[in-house]
Structure formats: C-alpha cells, structure tokens
C-alpha cells in the first residue's frame, strides 16, 4: 500500500521504534519508578531516556519539564482544564481541531469560561494583531495550533506569542502536525505550553505525547492517583513530571517513541523538512494540472505543513478516497479531518476534502502514483 496518510500517525516506522517496543516487553516489563530491583530501574531508565532526547529536540533545558500523554489530545486537555477557571476568557481559531475546540467548548458550555474565535485565511492564518482586538482583561490563555491539518495553513506562532507575553496571557500551542517535521521551538518562541503527539512526526508508537510546561507554570492536573513516590503525601505532589503522570507509564511505548526521536535527531529536522516538502511540491505541481481541482491553503512554495486538502469539482471526496484504496492501494483521509471550522475557513464544510499528507518514507514514485490516479479518478467520476 502507498500510505498518504500520515498526518494522522506516521507509518511505516522506523524498524528500532519496533525493536525498542519488543524489548520493553520482553527484556524487562517491570513497573518504572515502582520498585528499586535492576528491572525497574532499566523501565525508569527507558522512560528517563526519552524524556532527555525530547528535551534536546525541544531545546528545553530541564526534561522534567516534559510531561508524558497518550497523544497529543491529553496534552491539550491537560493544558486548558488545567489553567482556566470561573469567569477566565480564553482566545482559540478559527484552524483548530477539535482536541483544542471540544475542551474550550465543554468549559464555555458548562459556564465556566467565555470563550472567542479568531478568524483567518487559508494563505496566512492568523493575524497576531487580530487575537490582540479580542483580548480583554480576564483573558487567561491563548490556544492555537501551529499548522492547521486540513489546510495546512501555518499560524504566527513568533507573532501570537509576543501578544500573548505583552498582554500577560498564556499560550498554549498545538504541535501535532509540526513536530519531527519543522522548528518546534518554546524557549524561543516563549511559549508556555506546547502540545505534541508521538505518533507523528516522531514516528513513535500510538498512545504516545507530550505536554511542555514553561518552568514555574503551574497547571492542576487532569489526573490523580499513584505517582511511585512522595506515597505518605495525601495531595498530588507538587514536582514535575510526577505531578502529571499519574498511573503505570506506556513504558512500551515511550520506548519506541524514544527511538523515534532520536531517529528524527539524527536526520535532522532541517533535512526531513526539505524532503517532506519536496515532495509536497511535486505533489501540488501534479495535481495543478488536473480539470477541475482547488488545492486548499498556502500557494505553491510558501510553507505549510506536509500536507495537501483538494477537492475536484462534481466529485464525492469520500467516493475518491475509497476508490483510491480499492482501486490503487493508496491510503489518504477525506472528509471533516476533526476540524470543520478549518472547512469553514476553505467553504468546504459541506464537501469534505480529500487529504494526502507525506513522511520521511514516501518517495517521488508515490507522489507520482498518487497523483496519476487522482487524475484517472477525476476524469472517469466527471463524466
Ligand atoms: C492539529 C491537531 N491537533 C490535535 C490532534 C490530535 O492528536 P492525537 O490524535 O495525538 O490526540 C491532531 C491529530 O490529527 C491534529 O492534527
């Protein structure tokens, strides 16, 4: 199968992800952080590993600051269930998804916070200066993501954060769609929380993420139980990463993400984004040249993330995608994409879109295959 799909996990991946799998289990499946005997110690170390590579990647100084999630939607929640509270306003977009909408939403339903979209383009995104017209003097928190993953539509995050720190708001930043893949930088960018998965552009295992928390932040929970230590204390403790990790680690999993990670060191960020937007180029090139198809967001050669939404004229997205795997073994998403105000943005709420979205593993030759069948597709569904 040529899988186009990878903006909702990456696959395949690499073969030490699955190796670093296989061995948490059965070299030494014992409890991390829950016993002092030699295999409990090599489960604390695995974990501990992982953590500082993330670090490195992230720039963060101090990996404790790193907390471990199930994806990058507990991150999220973690974050906005964690800062705001009664009568605090908080600022999203119009680009988000819905891990960052349903929260925001539940907490406005509930009446416990106000809650304000701003709106943007498909080319742009966001302009900082119109986030900064909404805000209003109990606005708690800023929640945007850095690449919308439907249009592919990179926001301000440099722009909103120099908002954000000017006005004493905190900002929250969604790097599902960026990270592995481009600059995902907190430190500079002053960011105060950011949300990633692991199963991404770390081309770590499902039920893997994090949550990046400014030192000195202080966030309540989203969990409360057992952490391995501080037992005699009745309250969560207060230091990190114990605080938000409440509950047997994903040790597994955090392995193989480790070895995800560092597999994205060693490439190099610079480098997978140079070839993940090569061939996003081409991609778009190729599909340019089908009768009656609108490529969504940015123009060709301007940023985005490593994805294309397209709709053709008279064509059922959803009937393409399953044609596309039926007929040609090509695996892409098309419908809502969880983020139907980005479909709002584009006026395709109705119709869906049909996304592809490339990796590290794709070559020119999927591009291509992709593209020759879209194309044979559209011709034989327009009649
Ligand atoms: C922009 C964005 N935010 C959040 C998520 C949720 O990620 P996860 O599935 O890891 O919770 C996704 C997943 O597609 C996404 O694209």
């Known amino acids: 199968m040529i899988y186009l799909d990878n903006a909702a996990s990456t696959w395949p991946k690499p073969p030490r992800v699955a190796t670093a799998v296989a061995e948490a289990i059965s070299e030494y499946g014992a409890n991390p952080g829950r016993g002092t005997h030699r295999l409990a110690q090599r489960a604390a170390a695995a974990v501990a590993d992982t953590r500082r590579q993330l670090a490195t990647l992230l ?20 974050a906005i269930l964690g800062v705001l509270m009664p009568g605090d306003h908080a600022v999203t ?68 954060a120099k908002v954000a720190k000017e006005c004493g708001v905190l900002l929250l930043v969604d790097a599902a769609q960026t990270i592995g893949a481009m600059p995902v930088d907190p430190g500079t960018w002053q960011a105060d929380m950011v949300a990633f998965p692991g199963h991404k552009g770390l081309y770590g295992p499902q039920g893997t993420g994090g949550l990046y928390l400014r030192p000195g932040l202080d966030v309540r929970p989203l969990h409360y139980g057992g952490t391995g230590g501080y037992s005699d204390r009745i309250d969560q403790p207060p230091v990190r990463p114990y605080r938000y990790e409440s509950g047997t680690l994903n040790t597994p999993g955090i392995a193989g993400l480790g070895e995800g990670v560092k597999f994205v060191l060693e ?34 050669g301007t940023p985005r993330a490593d994805l294309i939404s397209f709709s053709v004229e008279g064509v059922d997205a959803a009937e393409m995608a399953v044609l596309l795997n039926d007929h040609y073994d090509i695996a892409v998403r098309a419908g809502l994409h969880c983020a139907p105000l980005a479909h709002e943005v584009a006026g395709t709420l109705e119709t869906g879109l049909i996304r592809v979205s490339v990796g590290w593993f794709n070559t020119v030759d999927d591009i291509d295959a992709c593209v020759g069948a879209v194309g044979e597709l559209a011709a034989a569904l327009r009649l």
């Open 59 to 78: 720039r963060v100084s101090n990996p404790d600051d790193i907390v471990f999630t199930h994806n990058a939607t507990e991150g999220l929640n973690l």
């Open 93 to 160: 977009t119009t680009f988000e998804h819905n891990s960052v909408r349903r929260p925001l939403e539940a907490l406005r339903r509930a009446g416990v916070i106000d809650l304000t979209y701003v709106a943007g383009d498909e080319r742009n995104g966001v302009d900082p200066d119109d986030i900064r017209r909404v805000l209003r003097p109990n606005t708690k928190l800023i929640a945007v993501t850095h690449a919308s993953n439907v249009l592919g539509t990179l926001l301000d995050i440099g722009g909103i």
């Open 267 to 300: 490439m190099g960020v610079d480098q997978i984004q140079k070839h993940n937007q090569a061939l996003i180029d081409r991609l778009y090139d190729g599909l340019s040249d089908i009768p009656g198809i609108r490529i969504t967001g940015p123009p060709r």
